[in-house]
DNA sequence: AATTATAATTATACCGTTATAATTTGTCAA
DNA sequence: TTGACAAATTATAACGGTATAATTATAATT
C-alpha cells in the first residue's frame, strides 16, 4: 500500500483507539511529519484523503481536528463499495433470485455502453437486515469484463470478488434516486403493501479505467433504508 | 481566486465551450502546464478539483478524461449550495411560512451544539418548482453566527446572504435521509395526501471553521425530487 | 495473425522549499 | 475589562524535481 494512505489509515485508527470526539485536535503538520517519518507532501496528502472521507476537516492557520459524528445504520452514499461496510455490524443476509446470461435491453446497453447483441450477467437478488428485507436489487454485469459469476460469488460480495478474484479497478459510481409507490410485484418481494413508499435508485459503475460494468436498479424498504451524505464546499 | 481554481474553471469551461463528451481525453498533464503557465503540482491540483466535483476522471498512464454525463433535473448531494444551482433552469419559488426568533427544542440545541437558552432563527419555508410543491423546509439557525435575517433574505438564497451578506465561510455538511408516509399536516403543505411517500432529511450544516450554525429538516415532495449522487473509490 | 517482449507515454508518489493567508495568542493601551 | 495591534502558530498555495507504476504503442518473435 502507499505510504500516504498508511498514514491515513494509522491515523484514523488514532482517532478510533483514543475515542477523539468531534472537534478534537490532531497533532499539527511538523509533527505528524516526524511521527510518521514523512514529508509534509505526503502527510498533506494523507489528511486529504481523511478530510475526503468524512473523518477529519482542516482550518488554515488552525489545525486538523475530527469531524467522524456518525449515526449508526444508515449507509454511506459516498465512496461505493455497497453497504457491507455500513452495515456490517448487523447482520446481512442475500438471496438470489435469478442469476443468468442474457442479451441486455436497449436500456441496460446504453447504461453499460454496449450493443445490444453482446453478453451480460443478470443478477437479481434479495437482501436482507436481521431477517427484515432491505432491498430488491437486479444488476446488469457485461459479461466481457465480469467474465464469470456463479451462485456462491453472487450470494456473497460481487464486488470483493470483482476487485480481488478478477483483479479489476473499480474507480467511480453515478447514482439517481427517485421515490415513488410499490407496485405490486415489488411489494410481494419486500413483504410490503402496493401503494406504500419505495425509494428507488439506479447506479452505473465504472472501472478506474472509465468503462460502466454494472448497472444496477435497487428498490429499498422504506422502512429499513437510511442514508448518510457528506457534503463538502467546493 | 486561487490559480489552482482558476485553471480548473477555465478547463471546465474549455469542456462546457467544445462539449467534450463522456471518454473523452484532456491534453496532457504537460501541454496543460504550458497553456496555463503553471507548474505541475498546480495543474494536478486543479485536476483534482475537477475530479472531487465529478467532472473529470485520471488514469494513471493514460490520461484524464471526461466524466460528467448529468440527467437533467436532478438534485445533485455532493456539495451542499443548496439546489439553487442544480435547479438553475428551473423556477424554483419560496413562500415564507414563519420566521423568528426562539429558544431551541433539546434536539436542535444538541445538533446545533449549543445551551438550551441561546437564540435560534426559525425559518419555515415551502419551495416550489414550476409552481408545483418541491419541499417543505424546516430550518434552525444559531443566532449568534447568523446574527440576521429578515423575510427578504429568506425569500431568496439565505446560503447567499450567509457567504455574502456576512462574509461566513461554509465548510461541509452532514445529510441524514429516510423515507416513510406523510402525516396530515406535511401532505397539507405539500398538497399531497396523507400517507403517500415522503422522503425526509435532517441536515446539519457546518462553517468551515467546524461549527454547526444550522439544522434544517426538509421534507420532499416524492414527485419531484431527484437526486444524483456521485461516488468514488477510496 | 497472434503472442510476447520492449519502449514510450503519462499520471502519480514522494521529496523538499519558499511564500502566503487564516487563526490564535500575547501585549499593550485605554 | 475591553479593544486594538503585533507576533506566533499553522495550514495552504505554488514552485519544481526525481522516481515509480500503469497504460499504450511499437517491435520482435513465433
Redesign the interface.
Known amino acids: 500500500m502507499l505510504k500516504y494512505q498508511q498514514i491515513a489509515n494509522q491515523i484514523e485508527q488514532f482517532i478510533e483507539e483514543n475515542q477523539l470526539q468531534q472537534?478534537e485536535k490532531l497533532p499539527i503538520l511538523e509533527n505528524l511529519m516526524n511521527q510518521y517519518n514523512a514529508s509534509k507532501s505526503t502527510i498533506v496528502k494523507a489528511l486529504d484523503?481523511l478530510e475526503?472521507?468524512?473523518i477529519i476537516?482542516q482550518?488554515r492557520g488552525?489545525g486538523t481536528?475530527v469531524?467522524r459524528?456518525d449515526?449508526k445504520g444508515?449507509i454511506s452514499?459516498?465512496?461505493?463499495?455497497g453497504f457491507k461496510k455500513d452495515l456490517d455490524q448487523f447482520e446481512i443476509t442475500t438471496k438470489v433470485m435469478d442469476l443468468q446470461v442474457v442479451k441486455p435491453t436497449k436500456e441496460v446497453a446504453e447504461n453499460l455502453n454496449i450493443l445490444s447483441d453482446q453478453d451480460v450477467y443478470h443478477v437479481k437478488r434479495i437482501r436482507y437486515i436481521h431477517g427484515q428485507t432491505l432491498c430488491v436489487e437486479e444488476s446488469y454485469y457485461n459479461k466481457e469484463i465480469v467474465t464469470y459469476l456463479n451462485k456462491e460469488i453472487v450470494t456473497e460480495s460481487i464486488f470483493h470478488y470483482i476487485q480481488e478474484g478478477l483483479g479489476l479497478?473499480?474507480?467511480?459510481?453515478?447514482?439517481?434516486?427517485?421515490?415513488?409507490?410499490l407496485n405490486d410485484e415489488e411489494a410481494r418481494l419486500l413483504g410490503l403493501i402496493a401503494g406504500?413508499?419505495?425509494?428507488s435508485a439506479e447506479t452505473i459503475f465504472?472501472l478506474?479505467?472509465?468503462k460502466p460494468f454494472d448497472f444496477s436498479k435497487i428498490t429499498?424498504n422504506?422502512q429499513q433504508?437510511?442514508?448518510?451524505?457528506?457534503?463538502?464546499?467546493?
Open positions: 472537534g484523503l475526503k472521507k468524512g476537516f482550518v488552525s481536528f469531524r459524528k449515526r444508515y452514499l459516498l465512496s461505493n463499495q479497478k473499480v474507480g467511480f459510481s453515478d447514482m439517481y434516486m427517485q421515490m415513488g409507490k406504500e413508499p419505495k425509494m465504472f478506474s479505467s472509465g429499498y422504506y433504508a437510511q442514508f448518510f451524505i457528506q457534503g463538502t464546499n467546493m
